[in-house]
């Protein structure tokens, strides 16, 4: 059997994976993607193929279950603008993937005060001006970039309830939250990517992600699919076999 096909099981080796065939080995890894001040967890289910004679094909599953779960609760009655004249609040939030894309669906209060300038760079709350519970719906995807997944909303639709809905026509106010609020969200999403890790036993492999997205699992569930390949060089090779002699799976050097 030649040297690149058996990659993959020396690999199956070291980490405990199944192999369903010798070219194909699947594999599951705990992971933790932080987020400010909470670690929120996520499972990467790898499958690593050869597919060349210097390649190895690597398909990448982020599974968000369990993050999907968590997300709402942290986020409920957070404010995500609360500047002097407008805050923003969260009251509840979901979201579910369908097939390539997710949707998320929540309600938010837009609460307006009065702001009054006291320096020339100070400025003061005063009374609440106005309040509007408004429902909130979205749709997101995943951006690949530098190796990582990038969640992004593609757009945002605020609807008041009947009796305010003159009102915040006639002022334009759910449209100049929807701005701000894309903007804050994308600055959120941006500083916190999915850049899949691989354990000490896989790092030099070094995968080389080409393309991703949203991928539903099972009713729902949220995942990320990522898709690339390896560069089997004859360093890597000699990595893995290096590890293998150290765990004592095949002997060391006469």
Do not use: H
């Not at 080796?13 to 010798?22: E, I, K, S």
């Not at 003061?124 to 990038?150: F, H, P, W």
């Amino acid at each position: 059997m030649r040297l690149w096909l058996i990659i993959p099981v020396l690999m199956a080796a070291v980490l405990g994976a199944r192999a369903p065939y010798a070219q194909q080995v699947n594999f599951v890894i705990d992971a933790t993607l932080p987020v400010r001040e909470t670690e929120l967890p996520y499972q990467l289910n790898l499958n690593l193929t050869a597919v060349a004679p210097t390649r190895i094909g690597v398909g990448a599953l982020l599974d968000l279950r369990e993050m999907q779960k968590i997300v709402p609760e942290k986020l409920a009655d957070n404010a995500i603008i609360d500047n002097c004249g407008l805050q923003v609040r969260l009251d509840d939030i979901s979201f579910r993937a369908k097939d390539d894309a997710i949707d998320l669906d929540g309600e938010v209060t837009v609460t307006i005060f009065e702001c009054s300038r006291t320096s020339e760079r100070d400025f003061q709350r005063g009374q609440e001006k106005n309040a509007i519970l408004a429902n909130m719906s979205t749709e997101a995807t995943v951006e690949l970039r530098d190796n990582c997944a990038y969640f992004k909303l593609i757009d945002l639709t605020l609807t008041a309830p009947e009796a305010q809905r003159e009102q915040v026509l006639e002022d334009d106010t759910l449209e100049s939250v929807k701005e701000l609020m894309l903007a804050a969200v994308d600055l959120v999403l941006n500083e916190t990517p999915l850049c899949p890790e691989l354990p000490s036993e896989l790092a030099s492999l070094d995968p080389k992600y080409e393309k991703g997205g949203p991928r539903e699992i099972g009713e729902g569930g949220l995942g990320v699919f990522l898709d690339g390949s390896v560069d089997v060089s004859p360093s890597t090779i000699l990595d893995i076999l290096t590890v293998l002699q150290q765990q004592e799976l095949i002997p060391g050097r006469p």
